[in-house]
């Protein structure tokens, strides 16, 4: 469960994350890193891919800057992911919420 975000930090069962992550059913990546910064291409979700969840949401940054690109969003729907996008400071509520019922990935950009 994510306790709080608020710009450049998330708060998740206690430990403060301060770069960009990817929460997995079982596990955090810590330092979620992009081929391009504000862009998010397939090879940069490859490890959602294959956790083959039922939803993914994507949190974009304070003012929602961050961008999936269609190579990506092609790929999310062939697998039938459910492909959530909305500024981080929504998209840590729509996680949480839908994570009491769903597999869930969440990749988080954490400023812009």
């Not at 891919?49 to 690109?69: Q, R």
């Not at 092609?74 to 919420?97: D, H, V």
Request: hydrophobic share 35%.
């Amino acid at each position: 469960m994510i306790e709080s975000y608020s710009f450049g930090r998330m708060v998740i069962e206690g430990k403060v994350y301060t770069q960009d992550l990817i929460i997995y059913p079982d596990r955090i990546e810590g330092s979620w890193w992009r081929k391009s910064g504000h862009s998010v291409c397939h090879n940069d979700i490859k490890g959602i891919l294959e956790e083959k969840p039922d939803v993914l949401v994507v949190g974009k940054g304070s003012p929602g800057m961050m961008n999936v690109l269609p190579c990506a969003k092609r790929a999310i729907l062939e697998q039938g992911i459910t492909l959530i996008e909305e500024p981080t400071e929504n998209a840590f509520k729509t996680y949480n919420k839908i994570s009491k019922n769903k597999k869930v990935c969440g990749a988080f950009h954490l400023t812009c």
